[in-house]
């Protein structure tokens, strides 16, 4: 399985006005300050979006049977050639849908080739991968299975065979799937992880902040926003995931092997489609819980939030960020950070 991470992030700081007490002694902000703040939100409104309540796909109806299904093939070492690994080794949903590792170990031993994106909130990402290659989380969740150097099942029929074999999975199988003759089959795998997966939202205090609250994000996560949105950060990372939704080069400006260190030059899209106007093109991630899905970029070459956003100035916005904005900037970003209900984290009871 594959992960995610920090694309273009701006600079500049806002100075906010001191309080000042009113007749009565109370302390009252100042109104060039509430005035700032205002703007702020207003700006903030024009190119973020409350998180969804829901990803629903038309053609994958979520229902509490799929999604009981999904959760408990998603922790499921079933999966993998070996039993020693299921979806939540690399997708870890204790550690925020990652593993923290900068490539992911496979069934063999051996290593992926990119970082693992988180699995939370993916559902309403423009599509999966690195390079964009599979349009949703349905489709997303057959390819590790087969893959060769990751869960390492030789086809499709053979992960049919070993799930028929389970009791609890007939059973499962026919209560998701009603209609279905034979209930059992990869593309109902498919379905069932990516229901599953669709329930994986995160709201954070910044839908808060967007839907109304202007005290839910104290004044330097607003002056880290107001500095995100100024610098143009939101060319790519606007909506409601702050990106997710479009696919851009990597770097816009020099190499990005020359700041990252990477090891490795990944060619990004054009290594799945050969079209040179793909060299470097990699999906824009989003930028939901970013401060816990480290380390980042498509190779996880970086583990440090504040290196990344410097990094990122500078290759996407060619400019040098101070280390006065780019720490406005991480705590803004750590304001999108929100954690799963505890029994959406833990193992199925079913695999105990």
């Given at each position: 399985m594959i992960k995610k991470t920090l694309f273009i992030i701006g600079a500049g700081i806002l100075a906010f006005s001191c309080s000042t007490p009113d007749e009565t002694g109370t302390?009252?902000?100042?109104?060039?300050?509430?005035?700032?703040?205002?703007?702020?939100?207003?700006?903030?409104?024009?190119?973020f979006k409350i998180l969804p309540d829901n990803a629903n796909n038309p053609d994958n109806e979520v229902t509490a049977e799929k999604v009981?299904?999904?959760?408990?093939?998603?922790?499921?070492?079933?999966?993998?050639?070996?039993?020693?690994?299921?979806?939540?080794?690399?997708?870890?949903?204790?550690?925020?849908?990652?593993?923290?590792?900068?490539?992911?170990?496979?069934?063999?031993?051996?290593?992926?080739?990119?970082?693992?994106?988180?699995?939370?909130n993916a559902a309403l990402h423009i599509s999966q991968f690195w390079d964009g290659r599979n349009k949703d989380v349905e489709e997303q969740a057959g390819g590790p299975v087969l893959n060769p150097v990751e869960m390492e099942m030789p086809n499709e029929e053979a992960v049919v065979e070993r799930l028929s074999k389970v009791e609890m999975y007939k059973n499962m199988f026919k209560e998701a799937f009603p209609n279905d003759e034979k209930a059992i089959s990869f593309k109902n795998v498919q379905k069932a992880i990516g229901a599953f997966e669709r329930t994986l939202l995160t709201p954070s205090k910044f839908d808060k902040y967007i839907a109304g609250d202007e005290t839910a994000l104290n004044e330097q996560e607003q002056a880290g926003l107001k500095s995100f949105i100024d610098n143009g950060c939101t060319t790519c990372h606007s909506g409601s995931l702050l990106g997710g939704n479009m696919l851009q080069k990597f770097a816009l400006f020099g190499n990005y092997w020359d700041l990252t260190n990477s090891a490795v030059i990944d060619s990004g899209r054009y290594a799945e489609t050969k079209n040179p106007a793909d060299m470097f093109i990699f999906k824009v991630p989003s930028l939901r819980n970013v401060e816990k899905t480290f380390p980042y970029f498509h190779d996880g070459s970086v583990t440090d939030l504040a290196e990344a956003v410097k990094i990122m100035g500078k290759t996407e916005l060619n400019k040098d960020i101070s280390d006065e904005d780019v720490k406005n900037i991480v705590v803004f970003l750590n304001s999108l950070t929100a954690d799963l209900p505890t029994e959406v984290k833990a193992k199925p009871t079913e695999l105990n």
């Amino acid at each position: 399985m594959i992960k995610k991470t920090l694309f273009i992030i701006g600079a500049g700081i806002l100075a906010f006005s001191c309080s000042t007490p009113d007749e009565t002694g109370t302390n009252t902000e100042n109104t060039d300050t509430v005035s700032v703040k205002n703007e702020i939100a207003e700006k903030a409104r024009a190119f973020f979006k409350i998180l969804p309540d829901n990803a629903n796909n038309p053609d994958n109806e979520v229902t509490a049977e799929k999604v009981k299904l999904g959760k408990v093939l998603y922790f499921d070492n079933r999966l993998s050639k070996d039993q020693t690994q299921s979806c939540n080794t690399c997708h870890n949903l204790d550690t925020y849908g990652v593993d923290n590792l900068p490539v992911s170990p496979g069934n063999n031993g051996g290593n992926g080739t990119r970082n693992s994106p988180t699995t939370l909130n993916a559902a309403l990402h423009i599509s999966q991968f690195w390079d964009g290659r599979n349009k949703d989380v349905e489709e997303q969740a057959g390819g590790p299975v087969l893959n060769p150097v990751e869960m390492e099942m030789p086809n499709e029929e053979a992960v049919v065979e070993r799930l028929s074999k389970v009791e609890m999975y007939k059973n499962m199988f026919k209560e998701a799937f009603p209609n279905d003759e034979k209930a059992i089959s990869f593309k109902n795998v498919q379905k069932a992880i990516g229901a599953f997966e669709r329930t994986l939202l995160t709201p954070s205090k910044f839908d808060k902040y967007i839907a109304g609250d202007e005290t839910a994000l104290n004044e330097q996560e607003q002056a880290g926003l107001k500095s995100f949105i100024d610098n143009g950060c939101t060319t790519c990372h606007s909506g409601s995931l702050l990106g997710g939704n479009m696919l851009q080069k990597f770097a816009l400006f020099g190499n990005y092997w020359d700041l990252t260190n990477s090891a490795v030059i990944d060619s990004g899209r054009y290594a799945e489609t050969k079209n040179p106007a793909d060299m470097f093109i990699f999906k824009v991630p989003s930028l939901r819980n970013v401060e816990k899905t480290f380390p980042y970029f498509h190779d996880g070459s970086v583990t440090d939030l504040a290196e990344a956003v410097k990094i990122m100035g500078k290759t996407e916005l060619n400019k040098d960020i101070s280390d006065e904005d780019v720490k406005n900037i991480v705590v803004f970003l750590n304001s999108l950070t929100a954690d799963l209900p505890t029994e959406v984290k833990a193992k199925p009871t079913e695999l105990n």
